[in-house]
C-alpha cells in the first residue's frame, strides 16, 4: 500500500527533511515533493494534493498548524501528520482542535511513523503515547475546571486574558471592583491556584488556547 499514497513533507532543517524523506523512500513511500517552509509546504500541498502530509510545527513564513488551517480552509482532501519535539500541552490541544489526523514525536522510532501513515491513510486518528498522557492528565483536567466557571466568571477571565486591569474590568462590565475581586477568587478557587498574587494571571497566560475554546 505504501507507493499507493501520495506524501508531502516540509520541515526547515535540512538534514531532517533529507533524512525522513530518504528513510520514507527506501520503505517505497512515494514522496512527490518535499519543502523547507511553510509557505512552499502549502504551495505543494495545493497543487499535489497528496494523500497526506508530514509537517513541522515551528517552520519559517507560517508553521505547520497555519498551513493545516489554511489547507481546510480549502477544503482540500489531504490528511496531515504532525511530526514534532514539542509535547507542550498548548501545541497539543492546538493540533486537537485543529483535527488533525496524526501527532508525532521526532524521537519515535520509524517503525512509529509507518504505522501513523497508514492508520491515517485508512481514515482513523493515531497519536504519540505522549499525546495521549500530556491531554488525559494535563488538558482534560483544566476543561473541566473551567467548565465550572459561571458565565459570569467566564467573562471576567476571557478579560483578564485580554490583560485588563480589575478597575478596566469593572468599567467595562458597569460592576463593581469589589465585585470583579469576588469573582477573581472564585475563579481561584474553582481553578484550584495558590492564593499568589500572580497565580491567575499566568495561568490564563499558558492557557490562552483554552479559555478561547469556551
Same mark, same amino acid.
Given at each position: /500500500? *505504501?507507493?499507493?499514497?501520495?506524501?508531502?513533507?516540509?520541515?526547515?532543517?535540512? /538534514? =531532517?527533511?533529507?533524512?525522513?524523506?530518504?528513510?520514507?523512500?527506501?520503505?517505497?513511500?512515494?514522496?512527490?515533493?518535499?519543502?523547507?517552509?511553510? *509557505?512552499?509546504?502549502?504551495?505543494?500541498? &495545493?497543487? #499535489?494534493?497528496?494523500?497526506? *502530509?508530514?509537517?513541522?510545527?515551528?517552520?519559517?513564513?507560517?508553521?505547520? $498548524?497555519?498551513?493545516?488551517?489554511?489547507?481546510?480552509?480549502?477544503?482540500?482532501? &489531504?490528511? $496531515?501528520?504532525? %511530526?514534532?519535539?514539542?509535547?507542550?500541552?498548548?501545541?497539543?490541544?492546538?493540533?486537537? &482542535? =485543529?483535527?488533525?489526523?496524526? +501527532? %508525532?514525536?521526532?524521537?519515535?522510532?520509524?517503525?512509529?511513523?509507518?504505522?501513523?501513515?497508514? &492508520?491515517?491513510?485508512?481514515?482513523?486518528?493515531? +497519536?504519540?503515547?505522549?499525546?495521549?498522557?500530556?491531554?488525559?492528565?494535563?488538558?482534560?483536567?483544566?476543561?473541566?475546571?473551567?467548565? %465550572? #466557571?459561571?458565565?459570569?466568571?467566564?467573562?471576567?477571565?476571557?478579560?483578564?486574558?485580554?490583560?485588563?486591569?480589575? @478597575?478596566?474590568?469593572?468599567?467595562?462590565?458597569?460592576?463593581?471592583?469589589?465585585?470583579?475581586? @469576588?469573582?477573581?477568587?472564585?475563579?481561584?478557587?474553582? =481553578?484550584?491556584?495558590?492564593?499568589?498574587?500572580?497565580?491567575?494571571?499566568?495561568?490564563?497566560?499558558?492557557?490562552? =488556547?483554552?479559555?478561547?475554546?469556551?
Amino acid at each position: /500500500m *505504501a507507493e499507493n499514497l501520495t506524501i508531502v513533507v516540509a520541515d526547515d532543517h535540512p /538534514m =531532517l527533511l533529507k533524512g525522513l524523506t530518504e528513510e520514507l523512500t527506501a520503505n517505497d513511500y512515494n514522496v512527490i515533493d518535499t519543502a523547507l517552509n511553510g *509557505a512552499i509546504a502549502l504551495e505543494l500541498i &495545493t497543487k #499535489l494534493n497528496p494523500d497526506i *502530509a508530514i509537517l513541522d510545527i515551528e517552520m519559517p513564513l507560517l508553521t505547520g $498548524f497555519e498551513v493545516i488551517k489554511k489547507c481546510e480552509d480549502k477544503n482540500l482532501k &489531504t490528511k $496531515f501528520i504532525v %511530526l514534532t519535539s514539542h509535547k507542550e500541552s498548548r501545541f497539543i490541544y492546538k493540533a486537537k &482542535t =485543529l483535527n488533525i489526523s496524526g +501527532y %508525532l514525536l521526532k524521537d519515535e522510532p520509524f517503525h512509529e511513523i509507518q504505522k501513523c501513515i497508514h &492508520t491515517v491513510f485508512n481514515g482513523e486518528y493515531y +497519536y504519540s503515547s505522549t499525546f495521549n498522557d500530556v491531554f488525559d492528565k494535563e488538558i482534560s483536567p483544566k476543561i473541566q475546571k473551567i467548565k %465550572l #466557571l459561571s458565565p459570569s466568571e467566564r467573562t471576567i477571565i476571557r478579560l483578564i486574558a485580554d490583560n485588563k486591569s480589575s @478597575k478596566e474590568i469593572s468599567e467595562s462590565l458597569l460592576i463593581s471592583i469589589r465585585t470583579v475581586q @469576588k469573582h477573581r477568587s472564585n475563579i481561584i478557587n474553582k =481553578l484550584d491556584l495558590s492564593s499568589d498574587q500572580d497565580a491567575l494571571s499566568n495561568w490564563v497566560s499558558t492557557n490562552k =488556547l483554552l479559555l478561547a475554546s469556551i
